[in-house]
């Protein structure tokens, strides 16, 4: 079974612009969780869809959006990118993350956004 | 100040030695607890969870929760070269997807 997947896996940006991010869950896997990881302020839960609804949000700010399909990939988008967006972006997938049970968070890569 | 803290080391051990992670956390609503690998360039792998408190073992890994000190460890027996990689403590308050980590700390096993 292929694993999770992230395109693209490298990236750079400038100041001002947007970007989209792609991740491609394990087949039969619908909960598909985003996290940002930095040196500084380590991994930190940006948010979770499930079902193409948005289920779970972190603490980061509006520039900061998702969406998922109703194949359960999903993308990330951030706007008005700052040279703080600078990071390692991971995306994981699990079954269904009802909250029943305890489920393993499957990781892709990650995509390495970097902001000049 | 985070909720949850972890040394980043690095920490060095020669092979065969046993490496000792640990966590500290604040948020006692915190009921599941995680340890995750990841290797450079990689994405990470989940190693262990446990529910609450106790212990729990895997091959050459054992975790142990102790919740009343807000206090969770990872040991790994006879390590190997090839377990050099950064180890994340994770948790969350239910069995659902928002994990809160740890720093990371990385650990270089030296043949």
């Known amino acids: 079974k292929a694993g999770v997947t992230q395109t693209p896996r490298y990236l750079i940006k400038t100041r001002g612009q947007q970007v989209t991010l792609s991740c491609s869950p394990i087949s039969g896997h619908r909960s598909v969780s985003w996290y940002q990881q930095t040196p500084g302020q380590g991994l930190q839960f940006l948010f979770e869809?499930?079902?193409?609804?948005?289920?779970n949000k972190g603490n980061f700010p509006g520039r900061f959006s998702g969406r998922q399909f109703s194949n359960s990939r999903s993308e990330m988008n951030v706007s008005t990118l700052e040279l703080g967006d600078s990071a390692l972006y991971l995306c994981?997938?699990?079954?269904?993350?009802?909250?029943?049970?305890?489920?393993?968070?499957?990781f892709g890569p990650g995509t390495r956004l970097l902001v000049l | 100040q985070k909720e949850v803290e972890q040394d980043p080391g690095p920490l060095s051990v020669p092979e065969g030695a046993i490496v000792s992670l640990n966590c500290t956390y604040s948020n006692s609503a915190f009921q599941y607890f995680m340890w995750y690998r990841q290797y450079s360039r990689k994405g990470p792998e989940l190693l262990m969870y446990t529910y609450s408190s106790g212990n729990k073992e895997d091959g050459r890994f054992t975790a142990q929760v102790d919740k009343s000190s807000k206090y969770i460890s990872l040991f790994i027996r006879d390590s190997q070269p090839s377990d050099s990689a950064t180890y994340l403590c994770a948790m969350s308050k239910a069995a659902g997807n928002k994990l809160t980590f740890g720093g990371g700390t990385r650990v270089l096993v030296k043949p």
């Open positions: 994981a997938s699990s079954l269904s993350g009802r909250g029943l049970d305890f489920e393993t968070q499957y």
């Open positions: 869809y499930f079902s193409e609804t948005q289920r």
